[in-house]
């Protein structure tokens, strides 16, 4: 079965439409012989919207029932058994009614599209899963229905419905969106200018990359190559020079000239891994990139202009940048370089050459003498020429005739690849000049001078000479690569380990200083810190010893490395640098963590006390109030009461005083709670007596039935504190089901006890269970005067301190169950029963 189409229309905010063009949708296929069914639409009380259902179809709803509530909702097996060619669904993000057929109703719409039903649907952009975090820090509302961003990608058409937020505030104000009762908070609060116009563009942001995603779909199944100049995208390529900061500058300076220009900076590696590029150079101009509101990225290839082009063809770039070649002026006329390679090969792409202060006239340059060799290796491969030589001449004169030239040649050209491995060029350039006129004086005729007879030995001279220069050249520059290999490789050991020290944040700064001492084999090594105000340097972590002169590596502006011992080399130093800047940033990352979490402690120590003055100012004061007009009341001499009257005026006064005491204990037992200064003496208890004493304390405990085994086990616990907690959970139940049974059970299971307290009142919703164990949550449910919310928070909390467990579970057929474990304790023998004042 060929599957449907999904057409979905795209919103910024509620109000702008979505559901009067999809049905105009609906109405223009319809005229056109289409079967179209409306699903499911929600007017919201708008009269325009309830005129489009006129003429259609429309599929009755499903009716669920959740909690003794009865919800309507979409009808999937209705719709399906219906089966018409299109189907308008709105509402997209929708989440459906627990027992529904699917969790969401955008799984709704995919089984229908699945089944070969095309749908018409509905989202505003705040719905869309990847940016209710974006909404959020627009709109200080976070979304609780959500559809995933993939979903929407996959339509086959999405259609923005666009308005200006001045529109939308009109159509708000004439009351066309909401009812008029509502429109002053929605003007003050979603429907503000700046909301809608962040939600605007978002939408339009969002749809844009959908659009950019199909075009590039449709180059790449119709095989186009060239670039399309639909919106300018300027790549800047960095090599981790000087260089890199005025070209980012000037390429953004360039996609800022095109207004809504892309800016993409590439970097590219070489296959082999090797680069001589600085990381902590493309680090800040990664930095500097990204700032600008760019992208970073990294290629891979050999030829490096071919993997600018390749990279700039595939991100469809109209532009690239490049810094004039930092090369002399004899390497640049042997060969045009990268930029020229590009301009050459570039095509439709435009390429601007930079220049820049790094780029000037230099000379020709030999290989530097100190390359990835010691110099002790260099000593020794020239000492091996110099003597080297003479010994194979000798073996060659006492061949004799044994051996041609040609061979002779070979011997020599064998010793020079030896002297290249052992000491690099020079030694190998050394050699190969002095053999050669070791072979021109005593093997080439005439011998015994420099000048040579037969043109053949002349050609076989040179070709030796420039074979030997040539493979003493890629020996050694492999030698060097070998090495730098070998150091990239224990450089990245070393990062990787040091990172691991850098993750413990700044408890782990001084393993982590001993590890760079010994890895850079220092004598002793500190981080010290200036003072913002004073300028005095502290020392915020140190390692080993110091004796004699220091050397500093700067960090930041306040942080730098304070290293005793050996100079470092250049490499040394950039990798302890890359280092450095590591744990600048953990030691940053450390003391901020401190800080949130100081912050954090003060926000939930001014949370609680607002909460509980809260508390004080209205719950405490009703039973005082209760007590104060009670009292009054039996006092005065004025009014003719009953003995009636007067035991109701006492009972309140009891009541009341019941109430205050229980307040003031559960504030006092989260105070002890807060300052963990609660500490339980543990004991076997039996739990079927401490149930018994807890409920004495509930008003009515005639509703309340307890059942256990007889055989049950004691628990470890101790006894006040559980008889508290066992109070606090009737207490609750009977509050929050006033008027059914209440049910105390207990049962063994495996090493543990439960106790449940059921009730059959409203129930607590999945999402909220976690919330009503907080301090002075009540979700709602409870009247004023009737608890600060702390009932459910002392008993979990002493529940905790005794090792237990307690959570809330649903009663099967509505309500709520609080479920309390302990632990079964270690002893044997009779139930132990430990009568404790409350």
Not at 97 to 110: F, L, Q, T
Not at 167 to 195: C, I, K, S, T
Not at 547 to 566: A, S, Y
Request: net charge negative; proline share 4%; with cysteine.
């Amino acid at each position: 079965m060929a599957r449907g189409t999904l057409r979905i229309y795209l919103g910024a905010a509620p109000g702008v439409g979505k559901t009067f063009a999809a049905l105009g949708e609906a109405h223009r296929r319809a005229d056109r012989g289409a079967d179209v069914v409306v699903g499911l639409v929600e007017t919201h009380g708008r009269d325009r919207t309830r005129g489009q259902l006129e003429g259609l179809e429309v599929l009755p709803r499903a009716e669920v029932t959740h909690r003794g509530v009865t919800l309507s909702e979409f009808d999937v097996d209705g719709a399906l058994q219906r089966h018409p060619e299109w189907l308008v669904v709105d509402e997209l993000a929708h989440t459906n009614a627990p027992g529904s057929r699917n969790a969401h109703r955008w799984e709704d719409v995919e089984e229908l599209v699945a089944a070969g039903i095309s749908v018409i649907s509905t989202v505003n952009v705040q719905h869309l899963a990847s940016l209710t975090d974006v909404v959020a820090q627009i709109t200080g509302i976070t979304q609780g229905e959500t559809v995933p961003d993939e979903v929407v990608r996959r339509a086959d058409q999405v259609e923005l419905v666009d308005m200006s937020p001045e529109a939308l505030r009109r159509r708000l104000a004439h009351g066309n969106v909401y009812p008029a009762e509502r429109v002053d908070a929605a003007m003050g609060n979603w429907f503000r200018v700046g909301n809608l116009t962040a939600l605007r563009e978002l939408a339009l942001l969002w749809l844009a990359d959908r659009v950019d995603e199909g075009l590039r779909r449709y180059r790449a199944e119709h095989d186009i190559d060239h670039v399309w100049e639909t919106r300018e995208r300027v790549v800047v390529a960095l090599t981790g020079g000087p260089e890199g900061e005025t070209l980012v500058r000037r390429a953004a300076r360039v996609a800022r000239r095109q207004g809504d220009g892309v800016l993409l900076a590439v970097h590219v590696l070489s296959s082999d891994g090797l680069t001589g590029a600085s990381p902590t150079a493309l680090r800040a101009q990664r930095t500097l990139v990204e700032s600008l509101g760019g992208t970073y990225h990294q290629v891979v290839g050999d030829d490096t202009s071919a993997a600018l082009l390749e990279f700039a063809r595939s991100v469809d770039a109209t532009q690239l940048v490049l810094g004039t070649s930092r090369r002399s002026r004899w390497a640049r006329a042997l060969r045009g370089g990268i930029g020229g390679d590009v301009i050459a090969a570039s095509g439709e792409i435009d390429v601007h050459i930079v220049t820049h202060d790094a780029a000037g006239p230099r000379g020709l340059a030999l290989p530097p003498l100190t390359g990835s060799l010691t110099a002790r290796r260099r000593w020794i491969g020239l000492a091996v020429a110099l003597l080297g030589v003479p010994a194979v001449t000798a073996l060659c004169l006492a061949a004799g005739s044994a051996i041609s030239l040609a061979s002779i040649l070979l011997v020599f050209l064998l010793f020079v690849v030896a002297v290249a491995l052992v000491g690099g060029l020079y030694p190998a350039l050394v050699a190969a000049v002095v053999g050669g006129l070791a072979e021109n004086w005593f093997f080439t005729q005439p011998t015994g001078r420099l000048t040579i007879a037969e043109l053949d030995d002349v050609i076989a001279l040179v070709g030796y000479l420039v074979v030997a220069v040539a493979v003493a050249t890629v020996v050694d520059r492999s030698a060097r690569r070998a090495t730098a290999a070998a150091r990239s490789r224990a450089e990245t050991a070393l990062l990787a380990s040091l990172s691991r020290a850098v993750l413990a944040g700044n408890r782990g700064l001084p393993s982590l200083l001993e590890q760079v001492r010994e890895a850079f084999g220092l004598q002793a090594v500190s981080m010290v810190e200036a003072g913002s105000e004073t300028g005095a340097a502290a020392v915020v972590a140190s390692c080993g010893h110091e004796h004699g002169p220091t050397e500093d590596v700067v960090v930041t502006d306040t942080l730098r490395l304070r290293l005793c011992g050996r100079s470092l080399t250049p490499s040394d130093r950039r990798v302890l640098v890359a280092f450095a800047e590591q744990a600048a940033v953990a030691l940053q990352q450390g003391r901020l963590t401190t800080q949130a979490a100081e912050a954090a402690e003060l926000a939930a120590g001014n949370s609680m006390r607002t909460a509980l003055l809260a508390a004080v100012s209205h719950d405490l004061r009703t039973p005082l109030a209760g007590i104060k007009i009670a009292s009054s009341a039996l006092r005065s001499t004025d009014l003719d009461l009953t003995e009636a009257d007067r035991a109701e005026l006492v009972e309140t006064v009891d009541e009341s005083a019941d109430r205050l005491t229980g307040l003031v204990d559960n504030l006092l037992d989260m105070s002890r709670l807060q300052a963990g200064a609660v500490t339980p003496v543990t004991a076997p208890a039996d739990l079927v007596s401490v149930v018994h004493r807890a409920l004495t304390w509930v008003s009515d405990p005639s509703r309340i039935t307890v059942t256990a085994p007889d055989d049950l086990p004691v628990v470890l616990a101790d006894p006040g504190l559980l008889e508290r907690v066992v109070a606090n959970l009737a207490d609750n139940a009977a509050r929050h089901a006033p008027d059914g049974p209440i049910t105390v059970s207990a049962g063994a299971v495996a090493d543990r006890v439960e106790l449940r307290v059921v009730d059959r009142g409203r129930g607590v919703a999945a999402a909220d269970r976690a919330r009503v164990f907080a301090p002075f949550q009540r979700l709602g449910d409870a009247p004023a005067g009737q608890g600060v919310g702390l009932g459910l928070a002392v008993a979990r909390g002493l529940t905790e301190a005794m090792g237990g467990t307690l959570e809330a579970e649903d009663t099967p057929g509505g309500g709520l169950t609080m479920v309390l474990g302990l632990q079964v304790a270690p002893v044997h023998g009779p139930r132990v029963s430990t009568a404790v004042a409350r």
